[in-house]
Nanobody, 130 residues
Framework: EVKLVESVGGSVQAGESLGLSCTGSRFAFDGAVMAWYRQLPGSDCELVSSLESHAEPYYEDFIKGRFTISRDNAKNTVYLQMNSLKPEDTAVYYC????????????????????????WGQGSQVTVSS
């Protein structure tokens, strides 16, 4: 069974930092585009960042300069380091593995969370208080 297991999220104050991790198993992790999405209340998932192996990361403008995505293929793990968090970053964060390539992901910046186009983690609640 394919699995993506995310670390537990957390609650922080505005301006603080939080890191998430997501470890995959039973699929070709190094061949997947790994992405982080987030779901605000009442919304679909919106792309936060994505990273192919041996490529430059992609960041959405609303987190550029504050969040950093990285991956360790030897550990089948993708990370999202979130700095200078804002209350509007409060959301459920999902990692996803997608084999369709970055271009396909960028055509679907908003998508149904946990859709059938890839593998998804269980979601991590991140709450940022002002």
């Amino acid at each position: 069974e394919v699995k993506l297991v995310e670390s537990v999220g957390g609650s922080v104050q505005a301006g603080e930092s939080l890191g998430l991790s997501c470890t995959g198993s039973r699929f070709a992790f190094d061949g997947a585009v790994m992405a982080w999405y987030r779901q605000l209340p009442g919304s679909d998932c919106e792309l936060v960042s994505s990273l192919e192996s041996h490529a430059e990361p992609y960041y959405e403008d609303f987190i550029k300069g504050r969040f950093t995505i990285s991956r360790d293929n030897a550990k089948n793990t993708v990370y999202l380091q979130m700095n200078s968090l804002k209350p509007e970053d409060t959301a459920v964060y999902y990692c996803a593995a997608d084999f369709r390539g970055t271009a396909a992901i960028l055509r679907m910046r908003r998508r149904q969370c946990r859709d059938d186009f890839g593998f998804w983690g269980q979601g991590s609640q991140v709450t940022v208080s002002s």
